[in-house]
């Protein structure tokens, strides 16, 4: 794919839906999926509970929706949720929880999105007349900002411990949870398992072209699903949608592993590379962040400089620039993107 003119590094949601996904939706069977009769979308809403072990799943048209209707099963006018500073639903998702909820959040900085227990444990309130209930931690694997990193089983497991132990329930984005899982070498389920609910992405990595699916207990998905409807967001005959999701379920999880591959390569390329720093996480996945502080240079004329170059990324912070690889990405792309940041740097 990269003998298209440019190597598009911005997001794995860049992805086009494979052949083989255009084809099922082509030939799916549909039906009225509110009414729960779509047979092809009942079979992946089936598919995505096993997979994550998970007694039910829904189909959401994006995981802002996954995420926002989650967090709405959890909770009541007024309540607090615990995000990390960092976390998606806090920084990218027009403060949803806030203005459809009521909800008030509650901060702990973490250390590429992995919370101190300590601190969420400081977080959380007692019971007071002057306190909100907090009510839910959300947490995310992989994290986005948090460098792509992926949080291991221990370090969820630590930071959800603390939350149970207060009588606070458990959302995971995990909108990138198989490339956690394959970064790990675990089951997704085995991530998924610390969660009372977990909100994925077919549309991103896995190259499905819509939709997110959000898995949990049969009763959390119940009140999810009666949240979804109220944004808008029972479909019809979403079948067509849910074939390609499918098939982003059993034939586009393993090939994972070849992004988080170029995605190292890439990190090694840029890390020889003077005056530049590249954030390399613990567990890092298809994500690579490089910083342009000391190359005097703001993020949005090095992402015009590259751009110049038919290389596309995005600017995360006045010097922060993030490089994401996909499935229309391969080594040659990564070398294109090396090379023309060892040009840009050259030439300051
Ligand atoms: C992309 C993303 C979302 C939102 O998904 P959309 O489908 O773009 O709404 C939520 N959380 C994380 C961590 C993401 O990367």
Do not use: W
């Not at 694997?141 to 221990?154: I, K, V, Y």
């Not at 890092?284 to 170059?309: W, Y």
């Amino acid at each position: 794919m990269t003998n298209s003119k440019y190597v598009d590094l911005r997001s794995d949601t860049v992805t086009l839906p494979t052949q083989e996904m255009r084809e099922a939706m082509y030939r799916s069977e549909v039906g009225d999926s509110m009414r729960g009769e779509d047979p092809t979308m009942n079979r992946l809403e089936a598919l995505a509970a096993e997979k994550l072990g998970k007694e039910a799943a829904i189909f959401v048209s994006s995981g802002t929706m996954g995420n926002l209707v989650s967090i709405m099963a959890h909770t009541d006018y007024g309540d607090e949720i615990i995000f990390e500073a960092d976390h998606h639903s806090y920084y990218y998702e027009v403060g949803g929880y806030a203005s459809l909820r009521g909800l008030a959040p509650r901060i702990v900085v973490g250390n590429h999105g992995v919370m101190a227990p300590e601190e969420i444990a400081a977080a959380i309130r007692g019971t007071s007349p002057y306190f909100p209930t907090t009510r839910l931690l959300v947490i995310e694997n992989t994290h986005n900002r948090g460098g792509g990193n992926a949080l291991t089983l221990e370090e969820v497991n630590s930071m959800t411990e603390v939350a149970r132990k207060h009588g606070l329930s458990v959302h995971l984005d995990g909108a990138r949870i198989f490339n956690a899982a394959v970064a790990l070498g675990v089951d997704a389920s085995e991530i998924a398992k610390f969660a009372d609910t977990v909100q994925f992405c077919l549309s991103k990595g896995l190259s499905a072209p819509v939709g997110s699916m959000v898995a949990g207990s049969k009763e959390l998905i119940e009140r999810a699903a009666h949240f979804r409807k109220i944004v808008g967001g029972d479909l019809r005959q979403s079948g067509v949608l849910a074939a390609a999701g499918i098939v982003a379920l059993e034939k586009m999880v393993d090939r994972l592993a070849d992004d988080h591959h170029n995605a190292f390569l890439l990190a090694q390329g840029l890390k020889e590379i003077p005056r530049i720093s590249v954030d390399i996480p613990p567990n890092p996945t298809n994500m690579v962040f490089i910083n342009t502080d000391e190359l005097q240079m703001d993020g949005t004329q090095f992402l015009n400089k590259l751009r110049g170059q038919n290389i596309l990324a995005v600017a995360y912070g006045p010097t922060r620039v993030r490089l994401v690889t996909h499935r229309h990405i391969d080594e040659e792309g990564v070398q294109r993107a090396t090379q023309a940041v060892e040009r840009i740097v050259s030439e300051v």
